[in-house]
T-cell receptor, first 114, second 110 residues
Framework: ETGVTQTPRHLVMGMTNKKSLKCEQH?????MYWYKQSAKKPLELMFV???????ENNSVPSRFSPECPNSSHLFLHLHTLQPEDSALYLC?????????????FGPGTRLLVL | RKEVEQDPGPFNVPEGATVAFNCTYS??????FFWYRQDCRKEPKLLMS???SGNEDGRFTAQLNRASQYISLLIRDSKLSDSATYLC???????????FGTGTRLKVLA
């Protein structure tokens, strides 16, 4: 399935590096999300964009910086990360937020911070 | 109290068995509910939405109990391929805030 794609799939970076995660959705959806999934913890919502405007930011550290240039693309810029930021970063999209809207997830980027 | 709680399991069941999971939620204003399935090292995928009247999709049945604030997932005639983690997801409705449970791990044994 190629509804939501993410690159890279794996990333190893040092604490002083700067990198970016990319997400692209081919579903014509209006909303896009970044989630963090750490071992034995539930998915944590990081950012939400609707029609390219940020509508939710769950107190995420400033070392994570999202960018949504258009409704199909979403980036997560990373800089000076900490080892505890190692996790699976999942992008998702949804058409809207009606009562039965569902989210479609990309395959994720598995990030390791050394 | 966590917003969405699930028994992490694992639930180990033989092929052909019936297994049920519950998920409790704390916010009585929650309006929409979902079960997602996540295979090891893969992304979550929608299994089914949960409607007030309950719904069934083949071997899978989902129920909502608003009075007790829980949803359930019943799997009949378990297959080896049902082995996965099942995530409960709750949305307040009209918002982008989807609250995920930690998931219940199911292992179906041959």
């Amino acid at each position: 399935e190629t509804g939501v794609t993410q690159t890279p799939r794996h990333l190893v970076m040092g604490m002083t590096n700067k990198k970016s995660l990319k997400c692209e959705q081919h579903l014509g959806h209006n909303a896009m999300y970044w989630y963090k999934q750490s071992a034995k913890k539930p998915l944590e919502l990081m950012f939400v964009y609707s029609l390219e405007e940020r509508v939710e930011n769950n107190s995420v550290p400033s070392r994570f910086s999202p960018e949504c240039p258009n409704s199909s693309h979403l980036f997560l810029h990373l800089h000076t990360l900490q080892p505890e930021d190692s996790a699976l970063y999942l992008c998702a999209s949804s058409q809207g937020t009606g009562p039965q809207e569902t989210q479609y997830f990309g395959p994720g980027t598995r990030l390791l911070v050394l | 109290r966590k917003e969405v709680e699930q028994d992490p399991g694992p639930f180990n069941v033989p092929e052909g068995a019936t297994v049920a999971f519950n998920c409790t939620y704390s916010n009585s204003a929650s309006q929409s509910f979902f079960w997602y399935r996540q295979d090891c090292r893969k992304e979550p995928k929608l299994l089914m939405s949960v409607y007030s009247s309950g719904n069934e999709d083949g071997r899978f049945t989902a129920q909502l109990n608003r009075a007790s604030q829980y949803i359930s997932l019943l799997i009949r005639d378990s297959k080896l391929s049902d082995s996965a983690t099942y995530l409960c997801v709750v949305n307040l409705g009209g918002t982008y805030k989807y609250i995920f449970g930690t998931g219940t791990r199911l292992k179906v044994l041959a």
